[in-house]
């Protein structure tokens, strides 16, 4: 299963998958880095939206995760009309940490995805 992770959340998601071997029970987990959305502080709707349906285009995405930030209101549109979770934080290892936890309580049965979203609200 893959999370998609904004640019400023991926080195901490990466780094906490790293620390529990890529897994949540018998799930491997793969963090998707994105493309930086912000470039002179400006903010790149074209490049929030790609990143936004990259993580749709892809049937093993179980979540995206987020910065808060104005390029929510963009992405988050997109994400929920393909039934994508999304967790809004400003630190990636506390947003893996959440993702990887919603994973373990899923249990075994359904959507993996649906499943998440539900342990996640």
């Given at each position: 299963?893959?999370?998609?992770v904004?640019q400023p959340?991926?080195a ?6 790293r620390g529990?071997?890529d ?37 093993t995405?179980?979540?995206?995760l ?16 393909a ?10 290892a ?9 994973i373990?309580a ?10 998440v979203?539900?342990q996640?609200?």
């Open positions: 299963m893959r999370a998609y904004v959340l991926c901490g998601a990466e780094r906490e998958l529990v071997g897994r949540a029970d018998d799930v491997r987990v793969e963090a998707v880095c994105l493309s930086g959305a912000e470039g002179k502080g400006q903010l790149d709707l074209a490049i929030v939206g790609a990143n936004a349906r990259r993580a749709t285009q892809d049937s995405t179980v979540a995206y987020e910065a808060p930030g104005r390029g929510n209101a963009f992405a988050d549109p997109i994400l929920e009309s039934e994508i979770p999304t967790i809004h934080t400003s630190s990636g506390n947003a893996m940490t959440r993702l990887l936890q919603a373990e899923a249990g075994s049965s359904g959507s993996l995805r649906a499943s979203s539900d996640l609200r």
